[in-house]
């Protein structure tokens, strides 16, 4: 179900693809400052694996380069040891991304990784590495007496994957768009973003 959000899969698949190349090209001009975003430009996304089971690493090459991992974990000794331990799920399923509740797998649906844009899977992943770090900590990441808005599991990776999104440079509109996904409502789209202290542009249909 969509909610009615026409521009959220839009924007979540900006990404440009070099057709017949392993890996995607620079994040979408649309979300630059100038022509580039400080500490992606050249994070590399493997878009052409199989569904299969991977290593962090596989999919995502340069995830050591990110600047929020030290915000995200303890020491650089906890970021080597999330990023060598954490298996990827790649599957054929109509998932985004997401953390098992058991393992701390990420799981990510094959459709999501072919299609989104760079900096959505940047920081879709980012918001992962912070429910992997929760896990870590015996958290739940999944408390179903609450509204997943209202969680706060989600609330404490939504307030890091801002910050980041921020630094990189997207505006509070483009933030907007990206907190915006199929799941929830759009009373619960605005809650998280005032929540957040994300000010865009509030259209009608986000109200109805």
Known sequence: MTYG????????TQGTIVPDMPWTAPVPTAC???DTIEGIRNFRINRK?????YRLTDVFADIRASKVLPVIFTD?????????????????MPHEMFVDNDDATVTIGITHLRNASDTILYLDIIHELCHV???RQGRDLYDR??????????IEAYE????????????????????????????????????LGVNG???KNDLQ
């Open 160 to 195: 890091i994957t801002v910050g980041e999104a921020r630094r990189i440079g997207l505006s509070d509109n483009a933030i907007l768009d990206y907190l915006r996904v199929s799941w929830i409502t759009p009373e619960e789209h605005m809650r998280l973003a005032r929540r």
């Open 32 to 34: 630059t400052r100038g």
């Open 145 to 154: 007496t609450k509204a997943y808005v209202d969680r706060e599991t989600e």
């Open 49 to 53: 694996l199989e569904p299969g089971q």
């Open 76 to 92: 650089a000794e906890e970021i080597e040891s999330v990023i060598t331990s954490t298996k990827v799920s790649l599957a054929d």
């Open 133 to 135: 770090k929760q896990h």
């Open 5 to 12: 959000f026409p521009s959220a899969y839009a924007f979540r």
């Open 201 to 203: 542009d509030i259209r």
